[in-house]
């Protein structure tokens, strides 16, 4: 990352402020002599749409898998709503979470949405959302009904509540899988490519469920190839290039003149 | 043909019943609690642990059940410390017992090899969502984890309890009365084998019927999510014809 860009990502927020909705720094990962992440940082506020961009292998995914320790990042700071997640030396040298119950609170504070649902196959819509809510938050069942119920309206999708994922399309089960991220009232919401394993006239749906919730005020950080998002919803836009922050800004600013080559490149690809 | 003799036959063989069932239940019940434990082992990465169940899984599957119940029945009371154990000795100085533990130890690492392979093909995605989501280690896997590693597994689990049903009429070997010792003693009597034998395969083949059924029914309540969603199922198959 250049002088001038961490510049830019620390003028984003005003100095001396740890309350960032989220905030990563300096996060590196490798997987074996392969060096994924090169030491990335970022911060979203309250109310922050981040998109994260970049081409297939350049660590978008294991950027976010390492936010929620999905993956456990070689070093870096993850701070969730000012609170820093803990990391201690393991006995292999190296880290790990200091405390698996600190982990646990500040994941269910960042629900996810994958590419692939992952829904769990063997409850039924309602069930899907209900069981991280009664489990993990220990909320009152009914309660959590009653959201789940108003939760799959917003979505569309409240007519299919009793079925299985099994026996629905990509674009049901994609909102279904957000309505239970939104289950969890979470402070951060990651999405991971959700568009992607869809087909394209269900893609729609998708992205409009997502619109809302940028509309609403949500804090999202979302891995995309949908540019038409990522210009027209994100409040900013990251550019990842091997494993490194290529750009990083304002989407009009980005779309229309783009700061570096890498990126210039990146969109023309995508234009074509 | 002489129906009398039928009957009487299988009057008597069914009597037995009871005792091929209590073999069979506790059999199948112990050797899953062994089941469950060699399957922790060799998935919590324990090294020590790993070896210990695949080296029991090698010598229990890797050799006749019918070995392994004459060596418990008769090999380990060649032992005075067995002899002389207040513990041991009331245990295996009883064929009933014997076979029970024989049939345990064995159908134990049949089971938690089909167990093993249950849990490594819950979707990785699907775990992951569940850590995601914040839910400690236990939590995840009664609730995601072990739902669908159960129902993977209740097909090949449900063979391998049919199999053990077959496997109490070894106990006949030991001289227990089951409905194969009853069977047997019958032949003696009368020299008449294939009217005996005959018999007792319909009541073993009707057990093993009732116990299918059973399990079908189980998978068949657990995996409604395998099936057509209700409106869909009707439009394929409106109402089955031969019903
Ligand atoms: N578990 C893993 N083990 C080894 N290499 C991995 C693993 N996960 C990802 N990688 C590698 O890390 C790189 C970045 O992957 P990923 O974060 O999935 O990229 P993206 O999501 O941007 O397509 C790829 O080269 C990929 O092969
Ligand atoms: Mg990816």
């Known amino acids: ?272 | 043909m002489d129906s009398n003799f039928y009957l009487s036959t299988i009057w008597s063989v069914l009597k037995a019943l009871p005792l091929t069932l209590e073999i069979w239940l506790f059999g199948v019940a112990i050797g899953l609690v062994i089941a469950s434990g060699l399957t922790w082992m060799r998935a919590s990465g324990y090294k020590l642990g790993e070896y210990f169940a695949r080296a029991y899984v090698f010598v229990f599957r890797g050799s006749p059940l019918l070995v392994q119940l004459y060596l418990i029945y008769f090999g380990l009371s060649q032992f005075d410390f067995v002899r002389h154990s207040p513990i041991l000795w009331p245990i295996l100085r009883d064929p009933m017992y014997c076979t029970i533990l024989a049939m345990a130890l064995n159908t134990a690492a049949y089971s938690s090899e089909i167990f093993r392979g249950a849990l490594r093909a819950v979707p990785v995605g699907q775990i992951e969502a569940a850590k995601a989501f914040g839910m400690p280690t236990f939590t995840r896997f009664r609730l995601v984890t072990l739902p669908i590693a159960l129902r993977l597994a209740l097909p090949a689990y449900s063979t391998e309890i049919i199999l053990m049903t077959k496997a109490t009429a070894l106990a006949s070997m030991v001289t227990i009365m089951e409905m194969m010792g009853t069977a047997q003693k019958i032949q003696h009597d009368t020299f008449r084998p294939i009217e005996v034998l005959t018999c007792a395969g319909v009541i073993y083949l009707l057990l093993n019927l009732s116990i299918a059924r059973l399990f079908a029914f189980v998978e068949y309540l657990l995996s409604p999510h395998l099936r057509p969603p209700p409106e869909q199922s009707q439009q394929i198959k409106p109402v089955p014809e031969v019903l």
């Not at chain 1, 100095?15 to 905030?23: R, V, Y």
């Not at chain 1, 990391?87 to 996810?112: F, H, S, T, Y």
Request: proline residues 5%.
């Open chain 1, 1 to 272: 990352m250049s002088a001038d860009l961490a510049a830019a990502a620390k003028s984003a927020s005003p100095p001396g402020d740890d309350k960032a909705a989220i905030s990563v720094k300096d996060m590196r990962k490798s997987f074996g002599d392969h060096e994924v992440l090169k030491g990335i940082s970022l911060e979203a506020h309250k109310g922050d749409v981040i998109s994260i961009l970049g081409s297939s292998g350049s660590g978008k995914s294991t950027f976010l898998r390492c936010i929620n320790l999905l993956e456990l990042p070689d070093s870096g700071e993850v701070r969730v709503d000012g609170e820093l997640i803990r990391m201690k030396q393991g006995r292999d040298g190296r880290q790990m979470p200091a405390d698996i119950r600190q982990v646990e609170r500040v994941r269910a504070n960042l629900a996810m949405v994958f590419q692939s649902f992952n829904l769990w196959s063997h409850m039924t819509v309602l069930e899907n959302l209900v069981a991280a809510p009664t489990h993990v938050l220990k909320r009152p069942r009914a309660e959590c009904l009653e959201q789940a119920e108003a939760l799959l309206k917003r979505v569309g999708i409240w007519e299919r509540r009793n079925y299985y994922p099994p026996h629905m399309s990509g674009g049901q089960q994609q909102r279904a899988a957000i309505a239970r991220a939104l289950a969890m009232n979470p402070k951060v919401m990651l999405f991971d490519e959700p568009t992607s394993a869809l087909d394209p006239e269900l893609v729609g749906e998708v992205l409009r469920v997502m619109r809302s919730l940028a509309e609403e005020g949500r804090t999202m950080l979302v891995v995309t190839h949908e540019m038409g998002f990522a210009r027209d919803v994100s409040s900013q836009v990251m550019f990842l290039h091997k494993g490194e922050v290529d750009s990083l800004g304002e989407p009009k600013e980005m779309f229309a003149r783009p700061p570096t080559q890498q990126f210039k490149q990146f969109i023309a690809n995508f234009n074509k």
